[in-house]
RNA sequence: GGGGAUGUGGCACAGCGGCAACUGCGGCGGACUGUAAAUCCGCUCCCUCUGGGUUCCUUGGUUCGAGUCCAAGCAUCCCCA
C-alpha cells in the first residue's frame, strides 16, 4: 500500500483571531479529516440502524468503532480474515477505534488490575474473565485496521477522589508509553489520551508524560462529560486546550456531543468530538432542532404537520416526513422512526460543525459562538 | 326450553377473608454524553394529599373485617334442544 507522503499530518488552514478555534485537516489513509469535526458512534461497527452511504451521505467523514466490543463480537481475528474493518462492514472512509477503556473502567466491580494489564468480565457478552494488556490492545487494533487508533487508558467517573485520579494518570501514562512501544502498524495513527479529572495539576502532567514518551500524531482528552457539571468540566478543558496542548496536533475531547459543548469546546481549541448522545437519544425519540431537543413521543406532534426542523437538509426533513408521521413511527416501536431520527441528529451536528468550520476560516468565530449562545437552542442542550 | 361458565380500574388479566387492589397493554411525562441502551425511570380512582374519601355488575346477608363467603337479581359467553 502506498502510504500518502503528508499520511497523519494536521494542516492547521485557519486560526480564528479572537477565539482559540482553529479549522484544518489530517490526513489518513483512508481520506483528509477537516476540523473540527464530529465523529458518529458505529461502536458495533455500524452505525445503528444506518448503511454506509447514508452517513458518508449526511456528510461524515470519519466513524467510530470499538476495540472492545470488536474484540468480544465477531473477534479481532474474524474481522482481519475479513480484509480489515473497512471492508467488513462497507465504509471506506476513515475509522476511528476507540480502545475500550471506556467501558472496562465503566464497570469496576468487575475489574482489576494486574501486574502488566487489566482483567475484567466481559458483562455484556458472556461474562467471561478477559485479560488484557496495552500490547494486545495494540495488537487488536492493528487486526482490525482502523486509522486510527486510542490508547488503552483508564477513565475516572465523577465524583472521584483527586487520589484515585491521580493513579489513573499513572496507569494511564504507563500504557500510553507501552502502546506507543508496541504500535507497529504505519498506516494507522495512534492517539495518547490525557486524563486527569479535573485537577489542572494531573491534566498537565498526564499531556507531558505523553508528549515525552512517543511523538503522538494526535491527542484524546478523556474523562470529562463523566457526571460532572459543564462549568465543571470548562474549568481545566478550556485552559487544557487553549494554553497547554500542542497546537500542531488534533485535540479529540472525547464523548462529548452536546451541541453547546461543541461550539464553546471549540472556541477553546478542540478538533475532534464523538458521542453516542445524537444517536441514542435518536432511537429513544429525541431529535436534536434549531428549537432544541424535541421530544417525539410528547402528544404536542400527534398532528404536526411540519417537518423536524424547517432548517434541516437531512432525508428525514428533505423527504417532508411529518413530525406528526415520526411521532406515530416512534410510537410504534417502528424502525424507521429512530433510522430517520438518527439521520436527523447526526446531520444536525454534521451541519454545525460545517457551519463551525466556514465560521472559523472567515475569522469570525467569536461572532458565531456568540449568536449560537443567544439562540434558543443554546439553552435546551 | 335444558345444562355450563363468567362479570375487577381505558383494555386484558391476577386476586380464593385484612386491598386503593398483582401484572401486561394503553395514556402522560422524564432521562440518555469515548453505546451492557430501538433502553431505562416516574406518574396514571377522587380530594383541601406525609392525611382523607369513594371502589372490584346490582341489592341484601354472614363476619371485627367481603373483590373474595351466602342469597336473589341483572348482563355476557359456550354447549344441547
Redesign the pocket.
Known amino acids: 500500500m502506498d502510504l500518502p507522503e503528508n499520511l497523519f499530518k494536521f494542516d492547521i488552514i485557519a486560526n480564528d483571531p479572537n477565539t482559540h478555534a482553529r479549522c484544518g485537516v489530517f490526513h489518513t489513509a483512508h481520506g483528509d479529516i477537516p476540523t473540527p469535526i464530529f465523529m458518529?458512534?458505529?461502536?458495533?461497527a455500524t452505525?445503528?440502524?444506518l448503511m454506509p452511504f447514508q452517513i458518508r451521505d449526511l456528510g461524515a467523514k470519519i466513524i467510530?468503532?470499538?476495540t472492545?466490543?470488536l474484540a468480544m463480537r465477531p473477534g479481532a481475528d474474524l474481522v482481519e480474515e475479513m480484509g480489515g474493518v473497512h471492508e467488513f462492514m462497507r465504509w471506506d472512509g476513515p475509522i476511528?477505534t476507540?480502545?475500550?477503556?471506556?467501558?472496562v473502567?465503566?464497570?469496576n466491580?468487575?475489574m482489576k488490575l494486574t501486574n502488566d494489564g487489566v482483567r475484567f468480565r466481559a458483562?455484556?457478552?458472556d461474562?467471561r474473565w478477559v485479560s488484557w494488556t496495552p500490547e494486545d490492545n495494540m495488537a487488536i487494533a492493528e487486526k482490525l485496521g482502523s486509522d486510527i487508533c486510542?490508547?488503552?487508558?483508564?477513565?475516572?467517573g465523577y465524583p472521584a477522589t483527586k487520589d484515585y485520579v491521580a493513579r489513573a494518570v499513572e496507569l494511564s501514562s504507563m500504557w500510553g508509553e507501552r502502546c506507543w512501544n508496541a504500535h507497529t502498524r504505519p498506516d494507522q495513527a495512534l492517539f495518547g489520551?490525557v486524563?486527569g479529572g479535573m485537577h489542572m495539576d494531573l491534566r498537565l502532567r498526564s499531556l507531558a508524560h505523553l508528549e515525552e514518551c512517543g511523538d503522538f500524531p494526535g491527542y484524546?482528552i478523556?474523562?470529562?462529560?463523566?457526571?460532572e457539571d459543564?462549568e465543571t468540566m470548562y474549568e481545566t478543558l478550556e485552559p487544557l486546550v487553549a494554553e497547554h496542548m500542542p497546537k500542531n496536533k488534533p485535540r479529540y475531547l472525547?464523548?462529548?456531543?452536546?451541541p453547546t459543548?461543541l461550539v464553546r469546546a471549540v472556541a477553546s481549541g478542540v478538533d475532534m468530538f464523538?458521542?453516542?448522545?445524537?444517536?441514542?437519544?435518536?432511537?429513544?425519540?429525541?431529535a436534536f432542532s434549531s428549537e432544541g431537543?424535541l421530544?417525539l413521543?410528547?402528544?404536542?406532534f400527534?398532528h404536526d404537520h411540519g417537518v423536524l426542523d424547517e432548517r434541516c437538509d437531512c432525508p428525514a426533513c428533505r423527504g417532508g416526513f411529518t413530525r406528526a408521521y415520526i411521532h406515530h413511527l416512534?410510537?410504534?416501536?417502528?424502525?424507521?422512526?429512530?433510522?430517520l431520527l438518527?439521520q436527523h441528529n447526526i446531520r444536525y451536528l454534521l451541519a454545525l460543525m460545517e457551519r463551525v468550520r466556514a465560521a472559523i476560516a472567515e475569522g469570525r468565530y467569536a461572532e458565531f459562538y456568540r449568536d449560537w449562545m443567544n439562540s434558543p437552542a443554546a439553552n435546551d442542550?
Open positions: 458518529p458512534v458505529g461502536t458495533k452505525v445503528k440502524g467510530l468503532n470499538n472492545y466490543h476511528l476507540d480502545s475500550g477503556g471506556f467501558q473502567f465503566s464497570h466491580e468487575f458483562v455484556d457478552y461474562g486510542m490508547q488503552l487508558d483508564q477513565c475516572p489520551i486524563q484524546g478523556g474523562g470529562y462529560s463523566v457526571g459543564h472525547m464523548g462529548v456531543g452536546n459543548t464523538d458521542c453516542v448522545l445524537p444517536t441514542r437519544t435518536a432511537r429513544m425519540g429525541t431537543r421530544n413521543k410528547n402528544a404536542r400527534a416512534v410510537r410504534q416501536k417502528e424502525m424507521l422512526g429512530g433510522i438518527s442542550f
